[in-house]
């Protein structure tokens, strides 16, 4: 067996097809499946069943191919080391984002990124955390925006800036013409919130010492975006991070208000795994991020 190999019976347990898994690794369909029937004899053993329509692992090959991935993951972190020792700023990284940073954050730094860090492509990944932490540990990602501590041993976690939630109220709202809301005046019933998964809806729960089970919480949204659209039409209010203002993302028909709370805030961080051989690069994007950050938000690390 070869690296190559590893590859291939990965890239055909991922996709469960020869054609896909051949197109993935850039070969032609009759190669990959003679390399993976080469890998199978030299091991003895059936690594998948085969039919006209799927490939399936068989309980050996998952076993097998858990390994090829842990083999593969270490393969790839020695071409990391080496691309460290020549420059830690040039080839890729892989940064996951949770959806309630990445409409507002990327927009903000993109460019500083692409100046301070011309020769390093930074490819997003969005996911909610808990997905982008098995992402992380799987080392399918590098590293990650995320807004919630992480207590999990082998990360490393990078503090970037702490920003205040900001309540978005339809523009004909009682509240819409103050400036700042105490949290008592933030009407429950009004509330809309994001599906469970998303910590942002965790956090606006705490921020407004509020249970998850209260009925009035009445509505429920896959994204950030969908929530404020439903304020614009004038369905409800939410809480939004502050740097959606500094984007100008914000509908024209919707008024945002400062909250008079200290626990209305999160802190957002980077997080990586502890072995990650290029730190340097790591450190480069933490202090480009920094440097974007509006007056509204303030640095930290």
Avoid at 76 to 90: H, K
Wanted: some cysteine; aromatic content about 4%.
């Amino acid at each position: 067996m070869n690296i190559r190999d590893l590859r291939y019976i990965v890239a055909l347990a991922d996709v469960g097809h020869f054609r896909r898994a051949a197109e993935r690794c850039f070969v032609s369909q009759p190669t990959l499946s003679s390399q993976v029937r080469k890998v199978e004899e030299e091991l003895g053993v059936v690594l998948f069943e085969r039919s006209n329509k799927w490939v399936r692992l068989t309980p050996i090959g998952e076993q097998v191919v858990e390994k090829a991935r842990e083999a593969l993951r270490i393969v790839g972190e020695i071409e990391e080391v080496a691309q460290d020792f020549r420059d830690p700023n040039v080839g890729s990284l892989r940064v996951g984002i949770i959806p309630t940073i990445g409409p507002y954050l990327i927009p903000l730094v993109i460019e500083a990124l692409q100046e301070e860090l011309p020769q390093l492509q930074i490819i997003f990944f969005e996911e909610i955390t808990e997905m982008l932490l098995q992402r992380l540990r799987g080392g399918e990602i590098d590293a990650a925006f995320v807004a919630t501590a992480s207590e999990e041993p082998g990360l490393v976690e990078v503090p970037l800036y702490e920003e205040p939630f900001l309540l978005a109220v339809p523009g004909t709202h009682a509240l819409a013409d103050r400036a700042v809301v105490p949290l008592e005046a933030i009407d429950m019933d009004e509330v809309l919130l994001l599906t469970d998964g998303h910590c942002f809806r965790d956090q606006v729960l705490d921020a407004c010492n509020a249970s998850s089970s209260l009925r009035s919480i009445n509505m429920r949204a896959t994204s950030l975006e969908t929530v404020l659209a439903l304020v614009a039409a004038g369905e409800g209010v939410t809480l939004v991070p502050a740097l959606a203002r500094a984007r100008g993302a914000i509908d024209e028909r919707i008024a945002l208000c400062q909250i008079d709370s200290e626990r209305a805030r999160r802190a957002v961080r980077l997080l990586y795994r502890a072995p990650f051989p290029r730190k340097i690069a790591i450190e480069r994007l933490a202090e480009t991020v920094r440097s974007c950050m509006p007056a509204t938000v303030r640095p930290i690390g």
